[in-house]
């Protein structure tokens, strides 16, 4: 993989992080700082990325901030944050519970704004007591696509988490495979507490 280029800086791609229809995505190196930085098919998916992140931020939504964009080589670089994504964090152990109150916290600017997010585990990272969302994607409102309904399944480990960290390439342990009605009595009890 060649430099990206971002208004005339030069980022020295290190790792690839994400490759997918619309962009790909990249740990890059600008004097010495890491930055991830993505690089767009077209220049409508790099608007819509472009216009998420408006979104999101005028909304509260907590993401790695902009820092530089190039229409004309369509690439964007973001503020990089040193964490695990949550994803990982669950391949280890169970989630702490003040990642699930700043989870929350988001989901209530969603609900608020009345739009859904993508709540899979890997599209959050946790750094410093604060709770980012990396994806940027905005989904309208949907009832059966909301955290309660949808996204908490693959933060806590029952069968769903446990199918859809195998597909992320990450360890599973069957013997913390949480039951079904365990599952949902958990799903409950942090919807009660947190919302």
């Known amino acids: 993989m060649e430099n990206l280029i971002i208004r005339r800086r030069e980022y020295l791609i290190e790792k690839t992080v994400k490759v997918v229809d619309s962009h790909s995505t990249f740990l890059g190196q600008y004097k010495g700082k890491v930055y991830f930085v993505k690089t767009f098919v077209n220049l ?15 909304m509260g939504i907590s993401c790695p901030k902009l820092l530089r964009k190039d229409k004309k080589t369509l690439n964007i670089a973001f503020q990089y944050v040193d964490a695990k994504n949550m994803a990982d964090v669950l391949s280890e152990g169970d989630i702490p519970d003040k990642c699930f109150q ?3 916290n988001i989901y209530r600017f969603a609900r608020f704004s009345k739009i859904e997010l993508n709540y899979l585990p890997e599209y959050f990272i ?15 409102m949907n009832k059966e696509k909301n955290l309660e309904n949808y996204g908490l399944r ?21 013997n913390r495979i949480l039951a079904k009605g365990e599952l949902n009595k958990k799903i409950v009890l942090l919807a009660i507490m947190k919302w």
């Open 44 to 58: 409508d998916e790099f608007n819509n990325e472009l216009a998420s992140y408006k979104k999101l931020k005028k």
């Open 102 to 104: 700043e989870l929350f």
């Open 126 to 140: 946790f750094e410093n007591g604060k709770l980012y969302y990396t994806s940027y994607e905005v989904f309208p």
């Open 154 to 174: 693959f933060w806590l480990y029952g069968d769903e988490c446990a199918k859809h960290l195998n597909d992320l390439g990450l360890p599973v342990d069957k």
